[in-house]
C-alpha cells in the first residue's frame, strides 16, 4: 500500500453499512458510528500487527513511500499543522490554535500567504518549545534532502517569516489550494531543527527518531518489532496515552495474520479484507470486524520508461482491453465485498466533492478485438504460440505485486493464464513491500505493478502525476511519478489545478487531468478498496473503529486505547 498525497466519501457509509451486513458482523455502534466506549483504565501494554514493515522510518525521503511508516512512526511521534478528523476534514492539530481562513485572517490573497499560530504550549520531549524555526527547517529538509518523496507544495513556498517563534507566515509564490497538505494534512510533518546537523535528512532517521512532538515517544525500532511509549510531556492532555507501551510487530503473511489475531498473539489489526482472512475473522470467538471505506483505491499502474513494454501507448491500451475487469471484481473483490463496483476514474474516489468523474474509463472492458486492433497498430502480430511477437522477439511482462498478500497472488494465479490467452505472455515478479516501494518503485524496476494508493482528502495529483515530479538525477531523485507519464499538456493543467481555489472550476480542471490519464491510458483503475479493523475484545478497549474511514488509519488515535 503506498502513500501519496492527493481524494472521502459520505459514501463511505453506505458502503460500510452494505459491507457490515454482507460481509462479516460488525462491532456494537453508538450514535457517531464508532464503537461505544467508556473512558478506559491507564496503565498496560498490547502489541498490534502491521501488515506491511518499512526499512527505514524517515517521513521525508522515500523511506515513506509506504503507507505503513505513516501509520507505524510520523502519526504518533511527529507534530504536523493541520490534521484530518474521523470524517475526513481538515482541522486545526493541537501544535496550532486554529485552522487559518480568511475569516479569521489566516489565509490572505495578493500574495498568497497563510498564517499558522503554534500553540504556546507546544513543547518537544526534551521540553524546548516547538517554534517556527522548526517548521522552516522542515521545509528545507523536504527542499534538500537527497531522495525525498516529494517536494509538492514545498517548492510553492517562497518563503517563511520566522521573527515570532511563535507564528509561522508562509508566503507562497502563487495561489496554493493544497495549502493544508503542506506541513501536516494526511502526510506533512514538523522535524526539531535542534537534532539535526543540515537540511538534507536523506540519510538520517533510519531506524530511530530520538524527538517527539506527538502522544508518543518512538522507543526502539527493528526489522522485529516497533515499540512506542507515552510522551508524559504532550501539551494536550486529552491525547497523553492510557496505554504504558504499544509494541507494533510485523505480521506480513495473510494466514500468519490471521492466527496472531485469532490466537491472541496481538490485540488488533489493520488488514486488507479478501477471501483469505474475512470468513476467518468472522468465525473467531473474542474477534470484532468494523468495515468502512477511506480515500484508498486498487490500481494497476504501467511503467512508461523507455526500454519496458509499456511504454507504447498502444500496449497499454490493448493490454487493458485484454484485462476482464469484471470478471476480477466478481471472482477476487466480491466475495470479500459484495457491494463493489469499477472505479471509472484514474486517481480519486467516487463522493469526494466532484473530483472523480466516474465515468472516463467506463468504456474500457474486456474486448479482445480492440486489444489486436491496437497490437497491430504498433506492429505486434500473433506468433505461432498466440504470443504477441514483433520482429521475432515475443513481448513479455513482469507483473508486481507485494509478497505475502494472498489476494493479490490469487489474482495473478486466475489472471496470467487469461491473459496468456490473449496473447500477453506475463510473468510474477514480486519482492517484498518495502523493495517494491522504497526501491522499485522509484528506480522504475518493473513493467506493471498492482497497488493500492492512500491518499489526501485534496484532489491534487502534482506529486505523483506531473512530469517534474518523475525521480531521477535532475531532481535529487524526488518525486513519487513512478509511471514515468510525462504528458506536458497534462502537467500543465495539473499545476492550474493547484492554483484554483474556485471549487467549480478546480473541479473542472481535475477533471481534464483525468481525462488527459484515460486517454494516455496511465493506469486501469479498479475498485475503491475498502478498510477493516478487526480486534480481540476480550484484550482492548476504546473507540477503535472511530477512524476506520481515514486514511490515517485505525491506529491514529492510539492514545484512546486501553486494557479491556
Not at 357 to 375: H, L, N, R, S, V
Not at 422 to 429: I, W
Not at 544 to 555: G, K, Y
Request: proline share 7%; with cysteine.
Amino acid at each position: 500500500m503506498r502513500k501519496r498525497k492527493s481524494a472521502f466519501s459520505f459514501l463511505a457509509l453506505a458502503v460500510a453499512m452494505a459491507l457490515a451486513a454482507s460481509a462479516c458482523g460488525s462491532s456494537k455502534k453508538g450514535a457517531s458510528g464508532s464503537t461505544t466506549s467508556v473512558a478506559g483504565k491507564a496503565g498496560g501494554k498490547l502489541v498490534l500487527a502491521a501488515e506491511q514493515w518499512p526499512d527505514c522510518i524517515n517521513p521525508i525521503t522515500q523511506c515513506a513511500n509506504s503507507s505503513w511508516l505513516q501509520w507505524l512512526v510520523p502519526i504518533h511521534v511527529l507534530p504536523r499543522l493541520a490534521e484530518l478528523d474521523e470524517k475526513n476534514n481538515f482541522i486545526a492539530s493541537p501544535l496550532v490554535t486554529e485552522l487559518p481562513s480568511l475569516t479569521n485572517g489566516g489565509i490572505k490573497q495578493n500574495p498568497f500567504t497563510v498564517t499558522w499560530h503554534l500553540n504556546p504550549a507546544a513543547k518537544w520531549n526534551d521540553g524546548t518549545p516547538i517554534t517556527s524555526a522548526d517548521v522552516d527547517f522542515t521545509w528545507q529538509a523536504y527542499l534538500k534532502s537527497k531522495g525525498s518523496l516529494s517536494t509538492t507544495g514545498y517548492a510553492d513556498i517562497a518563503s517563511i517569516d520566522t521573527s515570532d517563534p511563535k507564528t509561522v507566515v508562509l508566503k507562497f509564490k502563487h495561489v496554493y489550494a493544497d495549502w493544508a497538505d503542506v506541513f501536516g494534512g494526511f502526510s506533512g510533518v514538523v522535524l526539531e531543527k535542534a537534532k539535526f546537523t543540515a537540511p538534507d535528512t536523506g540519510s538520517t532517521m533510519q531506524k530511530s527518531i530520538d524527538f517527539s512532538g506527538g502522544p508518543w515517544i518512538l522507543q526502539s525500532f527493528s526489522k522485529n518489532q516497533l515499540v512506542l511509549m507515552p510522551n508524559k510531556n504532550y501539551w494536550d492532555k486529552s491525547r497523553v496515552p492510557l496505554l504504558d507501551q504499544v509494541t507494533f510487530v510485523p505480521r506480513t503473511e495473510t494466514n500468519t495474520e490471521v492466527q496472531s489475531v485469532k490466537s491472541g498473539e496481538v490485540a488488533a489489526a489493520y488488514p486488507q479484507p479478501q477471501t483469505a482472512n474475512v470468513p476467518q475473522f468472522r468465525a473467531a470467538a473474542n474477534v470484532k470486524t468494523t468495515f468502512g471505506v477511506t480515500t484508498q483505491y486498487e490500481n494497476l499502474w504501467f511503467n512508461q520508461k523507455a526500454g519496458h513494454p509499456f511504454d507504447d501507448p498502444n500496449v497499454r491500451a490493448a493490454f487493458m482491453y485484454s484485462f476482464d475487469r469484471t470478471k476480477f471484481l466478481n471472482d477476487i473483490v466480491k466475495p470479500f465485498d459484495p457491494v463493489v463496483k469499477p472505479l471509472n476514474c484514474a486517481a480519486w474516489v467516487p463522493g469526494v466533492g466532484n473530483w472523480c468523474k466516474d465515468d472516463q474509463f467506463a468504456d474500457i472492458t474486456y474486448d479482445p478485438a480492440k486489444a489486436a486492433a491496437a497490437m497491430q497498430k504498433s506492429g505486434y502480430a500473433k506468433d505461432s504460440k498466440g504470443i504477441w511477437a514483433k520482429n521475432g522477439k515475443e513481448l513479455s511482462i513482469k507483473w508486481t505485486v507485494t509478497t505475502g498478500n494472498q489476494r493479490r497472488a490469487d489474482t495473478q494465479a486466475e489472471f496470467i493464464p487469461l491473459l496468456k490467452k490473449e496473447g500477453f505472455l506475463v510473468a510474477p515478479d514480486n519482492s517484498d513491500p518495502d523493495t517494491v516501494f522504497q526501491q522499485r518503485l522509484p528506480a522504475g524496476d518493473y513493467d506493471m505493478v498492482m497497488l493500492i494508493e492512500a491518499t489526501s482528502p485534496d484532489p491534487s495529483v502534482t506529486s505523483y502525476m506531473a512530469c517534474d515530479q518523475i525521480p531521477g538525477p535532475s531532481n535529487n531523485g524526488q518525486g513519487q511519478n513512478e509511471w514515468w507519464w510525462c504528458n506536458q499538456a497534462a502537467t500543465k493543467v495539473i499545476h492550474q489545478s493547484d492554483q484554483e481555489l474556485d471549487v467549480a472550476k478546480r473541479t473542472d480542471l481535475i477533471h481534464q487531468v483525468g481525462q488527459y490519464a484515460r486517454d494516455d491510458y496511465v493506469t486501469y483503475p479498479l475498485y475503491v478498496f475498502p478498510a477493516m479493523v478487526v480486534w480481540r475484545t476480550d484484550k482492548v478497549a476504546g473507540p477503535i473503529d472511530q477512524f476506520v474511514n481515514s486514511p490515517e488509519s485505525v491506529f491514529w488515535n492510539l492514545w484512546d486505547w486501553s486494557l479491556k
